[in-house]
Each structure stands twice: as C-alpha cells, then as structure tokens.
C-alpha cells in the first residue's frame, strides 16, 4: 500500500515493521533515526510494542528529551519496567527532562527507596516534592509546580522578558498574577502581555475574574470547572488563597476518559479497573468483579421467595411460567435504559438533586407510553401464538405494569444514590435489575391471580 | 450562609435568587450589573433559568459581547428560543461577535429564510458561509475559520506585529505556517515567535511535524488526535492539503462529554438523546426506547420456546422454576460487567479487533473463576436452605457454566459488532442479556436433564 493512501493507525504499524527490521539487522541507529523523527505518542506506541532486548537497544543513545516525551506517554507499568532498565543517574536525567507533574506520577509508581534515591539525584528535586504529597486523584497531585506567577506591579515588557528566559517543558498561553505573598489574584495570556503598552503595569490590564481550584478538590471537580469555563489551565490554590500549581487541559482530557471508563465498568457492574484492560490480569479483572456478582446473586435469591410464595398459581397454570424470563427480561431493559440515561444527566450536571420529581414525572409518562406499546405487542403475542385470550390479557397488563415500574424505579435509584452521597453508576445498573426483577414477578404472579382467578 | 463557604453551585443559585428578586422589584439594570460581573458560563446558567419575560428584561440594554457569550454557552434550543426575541439587525451584530464557529451553529438551528436574513445582515458573513457547508459532526462542522496564517518567509516580527494587530474572539497558543497556496507546512507557538530573533524567517524555526484532519473526518477521531498528541489546536486540511479552518480545545472537551453520554445511552438501550434529558419531551424519549425495547421484546420470545422444549423436566420438577431468575439474572450480570468493559477498552483504543482472541481467553480466565465462585455459593444456597443435594449440584453446575458461557459471549459480540462495522455500545449491551437469557436456561435445563435425571 502506498503511504500516502495510509491512515495513521496503518502508517504507525508500517513504520512499528520498518523499526523491528532494522533492529533485528542490527541497524540500531537508523531504527532510532526513525523514532527520533516522530512525535512523542507514535514513538511511545511503537516503543511498547518492541520487545525488551529490542527496548534496551533502542534506549542507548537516544537524546534524554526522546526518552521523556515517551516516558510520559507510556502507561505507569509500562514506565516502572523500563525504569528499572536504566542506571539511576540517567532515570534521574530524564526525569528532570519530563514536566515535573509526571516525573511525579512516575515517581510514585516506583518503590519508595528507588524514588528517594533518584530524587536526591535530579536537579529538579525541589520542584518535584511538593507534588509528591498529594493523592493521584485530587487537583493537588494533578497539578504541575512549572508555571510562572507574574508580579502584580510588574510591567508588560518585563514581564515579557521573564517569560522569553523562561524554558518550561509545556508551552503555556496563560500566566498567574500574584501579590507578593503568593495570593492568587489574577490571569494574563500571552497576547494581553504582547499587546499591552510595555510600561503598563499587569494589575491594570489583568483578569481578576480568576477560577481556581482547592488543592483537595476531587479530579472529576476540576475537569467540570475546566469545561464549564473553557480553561486551558486551572490555578491550584492552598488554603491560604497562595497559589501552588496549575492543572493543565491535556491532564484534564485524560481525566474525562478516566471518568467516563469508570462509569460505564460501574454500570456494567464491576469495580473500575486500575489499568488499561489488557494489561490487567484475569485473577484482578475477578476480583473486581465478584463481589458485585456474589450480593447481586444473594439478592437475586429474592425472586425464589417471589416464586415459591406464587407456587399455588404456577402448578395450576403451568404456561404462565414460560413468559417469566420474557418478562422480566423486559422489565430490566426499560430499567436500563431509564438508569443509564438518568446517571449520566447526572454526571454531566444535566440533572440536579433538586430536580427529582420532574425526572420521576418524566419517567412515568414515557414509561406509561412504553408499557402500553409493548403491553399491546405482548398481549398480542401470546393471543395469537397460544390462542388464550385470558393468558394474552395476563400477560400484556403484567408487561405494561413492569415497564411503568422499571421506569419510576431507574429513575429514583441513581437520584436516590446521589442523595445519599453514594456514586450511582456504582449501585444503580445491576442492582436495578434485581430490584425489577423480583417486583416484576410479583407484579405479573399477581395480575395472573387476579385475570385467571386461581 | 456566608458567601465565602459557598461552593460555586450554591453561590450562582445565591445570585439568581438575587437577580430574580431585582428584577422583580423593577430594579433592571441592578440586575444587569450583577450579571455583567460573572463569567459567561455563570451567567448563562441564571439565564436560562429566568423566565420569558425576565429574559427580555435583561437582554435590553445588556452589551453585545455578554450576549453573544451567554448564547454561546447556551443549548442550541434554548438559543434559537431567544434568538426569536431578538430584532434580526440585533441578533447580526451579536453573531459578528461570536466565534464563527457558535455563529455558525446557531444559524444552523434557525430555519433557512432567517438564518439567510441574518448571513446577510452580518459583517462577517464571508467567514462563516464556509462552516455553513459541512455537517456538525464532522471537522468541518467543528472547526472554526477564526484563525492566523502566518506565511513561511515571514519574519517572527513581522508575525508578532500582525498577531497583535488581529482581534480574535478566542486566544491561541498556536499559529499555522503555510506557502502562498494556503498549503499547511508547520506550525509556530506565540512563545516560539517571542524567543526567535526578530529578523528569523518562520520557516526557520516552525515545527514541521504537524498533525492535522481532513475536512470529512469524524469528531470523534478529531478528539482522539487532539487527545493523542496533546494539541490544543487541530488544523483542519481539504482535499489539496490547504488550510482551511481549526479546532479548539474547549470543542473538543465538549464532544468527548457527548461521545460518552452517547455510549452510555447506548449501553442502556436507547438510541442517544439529541438533546439534555430534561429538555427531552417524554414522547421524544419514548420513540428514542421504543425500537429496541420491542426488538428484545421479540427475541426474548426465544426464552417462553426453551422453556417449552423442556415441559416435561420442568412439569416433573416444579422447584427447578423457582430457580430461573436468579440463574439467568446472574448470567446477565457476568455478561454485562463483561461486555461495559470491553465495549470501553474498544471505545479508547485499549483493544484492537486483532486483540479479539486476547480479550476471549482473558474472559475464558476469569469466567472460569468467577464461575466456580458463583457456583460454590449457588450449590450451597440450595443445599443449606432446600436439603437438596441432587438439587443444589444442578444450580452449583448450571451457574458456574452459565458464568463462563456469559463472559464469553459478553466479550465476543462487542468485537463482533465492531467487526462488521457497527457500533459495540449500540448492539452489546440489551442484546447481550437476551442472548444469555436464552442460552442460560438452555444450559440450566440441560444439566437438571442429566443429573436429576428426568
């Protein structure tokens, strides 16, 4: 195939074939050459997948700013192996290449005396242990120390020629303004400075409508702020109002990915994994997952009691049996499709606590509408397939009756849940289903009692 | 309360109970001056919870510029609402303030005769006819022609000097480098064109590896690129490779929050809401569910013609009945936890259709654990609490096979789906249940068969 014709992905695996040729020849520097030319996440994805031997020639020789800019973009088990190919000193070089937010993250996934002995060897160990402190998931450990806080009194132009000496490893398009205490009060961008009179002072021309976040502030938290704004960087202040980092948007992209794959694991039922899924191990992936499978199926032991309590019913009308599954089936599909819709309103803030019995409302009328249709379908097929117009009755009532049910329950349970403090993608998926389930039963057991008269 | 232990929620639902009350005592422009103070995304939530006739209070005499950031803010219904109240020699000027991009959108929802008023009253018509052109979801949709092309013989002053000269709506890190077709040849950063030596042609020292989309591409590739690479801004090529728009960040954040409501409306069963659920009619909901409620409706009929192939087993065993929920709840629970996980590790690249038998043998693993977890719990359950050995050893059995059966297929068909192209999350999740409802009581049926006998 021609690489003009190529998409990305293919132009990725082709050159992943040309570098693992070359290596295998022994053409180690031109297989670098190759790497050298690409941008950080093709060289990180290509990387990963060479073998170690493969791994370790590529490594020697490769400018350390290479080594970083990948570093950054492998995933943290994938770092921790390659960390422990390299001698210290070098770790500790390019660790100081990296921006300082995930030098950090990389340090934390190394054994406590690993890191200590390679922060003691980098330049930038005081930039990085303040960020060491914060837990991974709050703004605190979001957040980089490489950002530049402009004097509120200071000038535009000098200003300007701070920023000109400066060399982050991030470019940055807004800079903090602070008092000389360190208290945040403002934000210029670049352009302001380049367009302002050079003897202007930054206080007069500088945003004081400034958003920030606490140093606790969960990651999900500051992502909202970030959209909900349009920031391209977050201000990370201590309880003393001094700022002390700043969260940047590409950390913040990754962030909402995280978020939304934790959600849709919770709804499935399932603890949300820790690490891309091929990567994590069958023994953890069960260990998610059993715990939720185990209360689900000792819940699950609801609808036996259901049953045996309708025993007279079932031995004297065995057919009704046949359209349990069937119905209950549809019970728990109207409940999903209420739940999911309803737990993410709520996670994207579509839906708010207070907003409760208009969501309720909602659901019953769609699920009044949804319970009739099919109601009428299930009627008619066991109408016409079974030829019983008792039974037929029996069981489109039950239908429209569970799927009215299934709504108003999915949409109560994940308000519910946030009510109580509890995430509701993590209760409401599977255990809906189970709730729906028994009340189903009971629902059509006891419109075949009343319909059929036994 | 004190304002300074507010969160941010609870101080913009403060201000509009104070901008609601001020309106209401005829105090307008009080009401205003509180409003012109907040941030557009502030001051668009309190608007949009004002009523018809509050709006129109406020809207008189508000600056162009808020109104143009509260409409952007805005959902396109509740903009296309308000654009109703506004003269259309008006409403020109608040477009002409807007990015071109919102503008753009917002004529979109009009209907064609006023929208065509409204071009042609608006003085920069000629920069927002092209996005007109393209479908919403697509780059062209998203991108914005609001941006600086800086020719590659250009020197980093002379750039600098235009840059400070152009007004845009939105601040840019980055500027794009072409020849004098329009031919995108590298981009600088605004710290790039501050470092260089002023008398430095661009070409110089632009970054020549640059990423870019072609004007067909999905939104969903344009965020995973903008993700990959970390860009804050994504240039946008047509067919000749020239320039012709870009993509912000800030859009970017907000189609990754819809690709995953999308997928999980999908998960639930239901066909993605347009718009946010609350705006949803529950009609519109209803036609959105209705489709695929009925679709399982039918294939669960699959389960009543297992249950009937086994008349006879169930007849002599009536205790085998009272079982069937929990059995084919926990099949459908094993399922999902799987089929939420794969369907999101597809979803972010994590895995690959090659990784399909991968994904299958990590499922068989833990399948196999979870199922004999499950099924030691099952065994008992009956056992303890029925005194049934023969019993307890078919559900202990079935549920452990059913388990394995259910990670299975819950890891086959989001493949499958992706396979032959269509989407996993639409297809997975419901049709799932369905199917291992149906293969569930097969297996449950079958083993009661063989070790009761009957």
Redesign the interface.
Known sequence: MNIQDMT?DEWVDHLYDRIHKLLDDGFIRQAQIILE?????DQAEIFSDLSIVERRQVLMGLPLEDIADILEKLEDEEVAEIASLLPPEQLADILDEMEPDEAADLLGDLTPTDAAQILDLMEDREEIRPLLLHPDETAGGLMTSEYMALGRQMWARNA?DA??DWSPEH???YYFVVDKNGTLLGTV???QL??AEPKTEIQDFMDR?V?SAPLSADQEECAK??????L?ALPVIDDDKLLVGVIT??D???V??DE??E???R????AP?DK???LTS??E??RR??V???V???T??L??NV??FF?DT??KV?AL??????L???G???G??????????LG?G??EKK?TL??LW??I??GL??GV??GI??FF?VFVFEGDLALGLTVGAALAMI?LCSNSVGSLLPVFASLIGVDPALIS??LM??LV?ATG?FIYLSVAKWILGV
Chains 1, 2 share one sequence.
């Open positions: 990305r030319a690409l941008l950080p996440a300007l920023i000109r470019e940055y398009l961008s670049l352009l380049i367009k409508n958003v702020l970030m959209s909900r704004y349009d391209t948007i590409d913040i992209v990754d909402l990915e939304a794959t959600d849709i694991q709804l499935g039922g399932s994994l891309p899924y091929l069958a023994w992936v069960t997952r059993i939720w499978l185990l689900l199926f000792v699950s032991m609808t036996s049953l045996a025993e079932l031995d065995v049996a046949f359209f349990i599954p069937m209950i089936g549809t728990g599909n109207a999903s499709q209420t739940t999911a819709t309803v737990i993410r309103a994207v579509e839906v907003d208009k969501v909602h659901e009328q769609s509408l949804l249709l099919v379908a299930g097929r799927v998926g599977p289903s189970t389930d039963l």
